[in-house]
């Protein structure tokens, strides 16, 4: 019994000393270095005259994180009123222009629409205007008709067919000058005197010089006869009046 005891000891004492051989140096030497760390972590952590020791890295970074977020912010808000100052000046001018051809669509309208009444009422005024040169040919035969008969023999002596047939003519031309005054058509008369008693002057836009004479009564530019009556139609000269010219030089 106690044989055995002792040979069981003595394999446990083989056994032990085989694990030590087979374990590491390293984990040995840790085993080692173990309570020298612990002893210098309890060193560092007493504290030295009394006083705490507080990093300020985390604490400086977190400072300066608000400071370029406030610094990007604000650029951005820059960034944005010039935007928008930019895009207010567009729309400013914008208006501008639409404004100016707004106000040029207007008056080119209103020119248009002016140019075309005029039209208008020319084209109805002068719509008659070669009917109206056609009849003028007629007029003048009225004339020549009632200057073929003399003054002095439509006096008591004359019969009293001839007096009835120049009143007849007479009616007739004023009935007719009367309608064609309702169209705008008058007739004017160069031998008749201007203001003053004083014959009419020449007029190259309503008269026209069929010849030229001398006449110490009268001044250069007088008119001393009338050959034809002239017209107009709605203040236009249709027709110059035909008449001779003083020219005493």
Do not use: C, W
Request: no cysteine; net charge positive; aromatic share 4%.
């Amino acid at each position: 019994m106690f044989q055995r005891m002792i040979l069981r000891q003595g394999q446990a004492a083989r056994s032990a000393a085989l694990s030590l051989t087979s374990t590491p140096m390293a984990l040995r030497q840790t085993s080692r270095m173990q309570p020298r760390i612990a002893q210098g972590i309890r060193v560092a952590a007493v504290p030295q005259h009394g006083r705490r020791l507080y990093s300020t890295e985390n604490n400086s970074a977190a400072g300066e994180q608000p400071k370029e977020a406030a610094k990007e912010e604000a650029a951005a808000g820059e960034n944005g009123e010039e935007l928008l100052r930019k895009e207010l000046e567009g729309k400013q001018k914008e208006i501008v222009e639409l404004k100016d051809k707004y106000r040029r669509s207007v008056a080119d309208f209103l020119n248009l629409q002016e140019r075309t009444k005029r039209e208008m009422d020319n084209a109805r005024n002068f719509a008659i205007q070669r009917f109206a040169v056609d009849l003028l040919e007629s007029i003048d035969n009225f004339d020549r008709a009632l200057l073929a008969v003399p003054a002095e023999k439509l006096s008591a002596e004359a019969s009293q067919e001839v007096q009835d047939l120049v009143s007849g003519l007479q009616m007739t031309q004023n009935i007719l000058m009367g309608t064609l005054k309702k169209h705008g058509l008058e007739q004017f008369d160069a031998s008749l005197p201007a203001e003053g008693g004083k014959p009419q002057k020449f007029d190259p836009n309503m008269h026209e010089a069929t010849f030229m004479s001398k006449n110490e009564a009268l001044e250069d530019g007088d008119i001393m006869y009338a050959q034809t009556k002239g017209f107009k139609l709605h203040g236009r000269v249709l027709r110059a009046a035909k008449v001779g010219v003083v020219k005493n030089a």
